[in-house]
């Protein structure tokens, strides 16, 4: 929204043909100050101890955040509030219209910290790459598994750009959104400090709305935060008498977490992922039996025990382990954890497990050892609930080491992944070869029946992956289709 001037000499030359506009922008500007002068939009509390006899109304709208402009959608929410507060004020009720601004939270804070990301990375005014630079240099980097990808499904789109790229379009950068809010270049370096967000915008909130004709009382206007020290008063009282009464509590719980700003992230607060929250995870501990080749290393540093820790959706299936996956190219860590004990996973993982204080120093994983998925093949392990007193770590090609702790535990039951990669690796010597996996990590391993699942019985995995024909654990999308059979029925 912005302010609508009166009607300048040069609109009044076009009188013939904005006439009847240019009219009403004439009534409109003549009652704005009449209602000025008057002060036609103020509303004084009845004296201490007597009543309002004519009826009073009070409202107001959700604070606007001020991190940039009012817009339409603005206009458009609060329209209704204010036919409501001149209904009743013809009515001759006593009505109150007061009007906030929002400017507590990380919103503001993650623009100006943005903002002076792209100062510091690009200058000052900032020389952003180019769209041409950005595809050249994208061109340059080699894509990993280029060589080993088929041809390309006519189907699908495939473009040159990323999704990321995709989506970014001018305007993207916080230097350019300032911009095109009619911030001058030369001022816009100012907004690297939050509290300038405070002092800049609400005004020019205030002078939209006073432009709508917006019935508010503005004498009682006012911003949140602390820089406001009558509404944090407000607001702590608010707190502090629903603590004594028992209503709230200060505690832990689980929440999208910034390492950036040490604070929660809500979706409001994120630039993307709006609707994502923590995904739960059972983190199932399979203690090393041996401490050979790489582990070795860690020496006193183990006396508490070395465990993999396998992150799975589905702890119930536990009675059906054969084996555990471990990525041969990922990247792992011997990580310090509680009671002397040593937890080996990615450093992703790690890293979320200490902010919910799983080790030593919250907030900082102390990597005892780096590892490859390789350094883990063939130890021997021992999992709760397992049938068999030692399992093995195989190799896994499919794992993403970007979810959970790059760590699997192997259901093969009810897996078709798991049934179909410890079936390729029972059928080729040349693939146990290749990892270095010895026949007794693998072959005396079959499938253990667990959940009896109507229409597949209880290897419903197996009987799927052969029921679809599905040759190995590459046939991705057959397994794709054997996966929601399984674990949709």
């Not at 995904?279 to 203690?287: G, N």
């Not at 070795?296 to 465990?307: K, M």
């Not at 382990?321 to 190219?329: D, G, I, K, R, S």
């Not at 790690?350 to 998925?373: D, F, H, I, V, W």
């Amino acid at each position: 929204m912005s302010s609508t001037p009166a009607p300048s000499e040069a609109t009044e030359a076009k009188e013939g043909s904005f006439a009847r506009r240019d009219l009403l922008l004439r009534i409109q500007a003549a009652a704005q100050q009449k209602w000025e002068e008057d002060k036609a939009f103020y509303a004084e509390p009845a004296a201490e101890g007597q009543a309002c006899p004519e009826g009073k109304f009070f409202g107001n709208f959700p604070y606007p955040y001020m991190n940039g402009l009012l817009h339409l959608g603005h206009a458009f929410s609060l329209s209704k509030l204010e036919f409501a507060s001149a209904y009743h004020r013809l009515c001759g009720k006593r009505v109150l219209f007061g009007q906030g601004f929002h400017c507590t939270g990380m919103p503001i804070k993650a623009c100006a910290d943005k903002l002076d990301r792209e100062l510091a990375t690009y200058g000052c005014p900032p020389k952003f790459p180019t769209d041409d630079e950005e595809e050249q240099a994208a061109a340059a980097a080699p894509a990993a598994g280029d060589a080993s990808s088929g041809p390309a499904d006519p189907t699908k789109f495939s473009g040159k750009k990323s999704k990321a790229q995709s989506k970014k379009g001018a305007g993207a950068t916080q230097w350019e959104i300032l911009m095109k809010s009619g911030i001058p270049p030369e001022d816009i370096p100012q907004f690297r400090d939050s509290a300038h967000w405070l002092q800049y915008f609400p005004p020019l909130a205030e002078r939209d709305l006073r432009a709508m004709g917006c019935g508010v009382d503005w004498r009682r206007s006012f911003i949140t935060t602390d820089m406001n020290p009558y509404y944090d008063s407000f607001v702590r009282w608010q707190f502090w008498t629903l603590k004594r009464q028992g209503k709230v509590v200060k505690d832990k719980r689980y929440a999208v977490f910034s390492p950036l700003d040490g604070q929660p992230c809500a979706d409001h607060d994120r630039a993307s992922g709006e609707g994502v929250g923590p995904q739960e995870y059972t983190l199932v501990k399979m203690r090393v039996l041996e401490l050979k080749g790489k582990l070795a290393e860690l020496g006193e540093a183990a006396e508490g025990g070395v465990f993999l820790m396998a992150a799975t959706l589905r702890p119930e299936t536990m009675y059906g382990q054969t084996n555990c996956w471990a990525l041969p190219e990922g990247k792992y860590g011997a990580y310090k954890g509680l009671n002397g004990e040593v937890y080996v996973m990615t450093y992703r993982s790690a890293l979320n497990l200490s902010y919910q204080e799983r080790t030593p120093k919250r907030g900082e994983p102390e990597c005892l050892l780096e590892l490859t998925g390789q350094d883990l093949m063939g130890l021997p392990l021992t999992a709760p609930n397992c049938p068999h007193e030692r399992i093995y770590v195989l190799p896994l090609l499919t794992i993403l080491t970007n979810k959970g702790t790059g760590i699997v535990t192997s259901v093969p039951s009810d897996s078709p992944d798991d049934y179909t990669a410890l079936l390729d690796l029972k059928k080729k010597p040349k693939l146990r070869e290749k990892y270095g996996i010895a026949d007794e990590w693998v072959m005396p391993f079959e499938v253990l029946p667990i959940i009896d699942i109507p229409g597949f019985g209880d290897c419903a995995a197996q009987v799927v992956c052969e029921l679809l024909k599905v040759q190995s654990q590459n046939d991705t999308a057959k397994l794709a289709e054997a996966k929601g059979m399984v674990y949709l029925k």
